[in-house]
Antibody, heavy 120, light 109 residues
Framework: QVQLVQSGAEVKKPGASVKVSCKASGYTFTGYGISWVRQAPGQGLEWMGW????????NYAQKLQGRVTMTRDTSTSTAYMELRSLRSDDTAVYYC?????????????WGQGTLVTVSS | EIVLTQSPATLSLSPGERATLSCRASQSVSNYLAWYQQKPGQAPRLLIYDASNRATGIPARFSGSGSGTDFTLTISSLEAEDFAVYYC???????????FGQGTKLEIK
C-alpha cells in the first residue's frame, strides 16, 4: 500500500536547524510531488511547500522563503524538509503528504507526522 | 494567495443529524477543492477530492459539491466517529500552491 514514513521527533534550540525525512513506498516516487504541511499546537494546517519528486522543482510558501529547503533522493524514495533559524513559533507537527491526482490537486496519503519542539 | 474561509467554526449536532459545512474561496479555484477529516493525535485523512469525488474507502454518507468559489461538505447522517475537525484545501497555479481553510470543528451536541 502507499505509505509515507517520517523521521522521529526533534527538540531544537532557537536559531538551530532541523531536517525531517519522509520515506515513500508503494508507488512510483518520481511520478508525484511531495508537499510539507505543519500544524502548531491547537492550530490549523499550514502548507509549507511542494517538491516535484521527478525533477526536484520546488515552490515554497512565501512566509517561509529563505528559511526552508526541500530536497529529494530518488535512489531511496525519500523527501527531506530543512527549516533553518528556528523560532519558538516553529514548534509544530510537520507532515509530508503525497500530492496526488494528475495535477497534484490533493494530498493523499499523509505521513504520520514529526513533532519539532523549539525551546531554549 | 487564495484564502479559504470555512463556516461555521464550530457545529454542534447529534448523531443521526445532517451536517452541512461550508468553504468559500477568495477567488475561483475551479473544482480544485479537497476536504479532510482530522481526529486528535492523527494525521488528516482525505475525504473528497476535486470538489465532489469521494476518496477510496470513504462512506457514502460523505458528499461534496460546488465549484468556483463556494463549496459544501455534507454528512447525511452523523455517526459517532464523524465528530472531528474538517478542513478544506485548494490548489492553484503551477508549480502548485496550496492553502487550507481554518477548519470546522464538528462536536457532539
Amino acid at each position: 500500500q502507499v505509505q509515507l514514513v517520517q523521521s522521529g521527533a526533534e527538540v531544537k534550540k532557537p536559531g538551530a536547524s532541523v531536517k525531517v525525512s519522509c520515506k515513500a513506498s508503494g508507488y512510483t516516487f518520481t511520478g508525484y510531488g511531495i508537499s510539507w504541511v505543519r500544524q502548531a499546537p491547537g492550530q490549523g494546517l499550514e502548507w509549507m511547500g511542494w517538491i516535484s519528486a521527478y525533477n526536484g522543482n520546488t515552490n515554497y510558501a512565501q512566509k517561509l522563503q529563505g528559511r526552508v529547503t526541500m530536497t529529494r533522493d530518488t535512489s531511496t524514495s525519500t523527501a527531506y524538509m530543512e527549516l533553518r533559524s528556528l523560532r519558538s513559533d516553529d514548534t509544530a507537527v510537520y507532515y509530508c503528504a503525497k500530492s496526488s491526482g494528475s495535477w497534484n490537486n490533493w494530498f493523499d496519503p499523509w505521513g504520520q507526522g514529526t513533532l519539532v519542539t523549539v525551546s531554549s | 494567495e487564495i484564502v479559504l474561509t470555512q463556516s461555521p467554526a464550530t457545529l454542534s449536532l447529534s448523531p443521526g443529524e445532517r451536517a452541512t459545512l461550508s468553504c468559500r474561496a477568495s477567488q475561483s479555484v475551479s473544482n480544485y477543492l479537497a476536504w479532510y477529516q482530522q481526529k486528535p493525535g492523527q494525521a488528516p485523512r482525505l475525504l473528497i477530492y476535486d470538489a465532489s469525488n469521494r476518496a477510496t474507502g470513504i462512506p457514502a454518507r460523505f458528499s461534496g459539491s460546488g465549484s468556483g468559489t463556494d463549496f459544501t461538505l455534507t454528512i447525511s447522517s452523523l455517526e459517532a466517529e464523524d465528530f472531528a475537525v474538517y478542513y478544506c484545501q485548494q490548489r492553484s497555479k503551477w508549480p502548485p500552491e496550496y492553502s487550507f481553510g481554518q477548519g470546522t470543528k464538528l462536536e457532539i451536541k
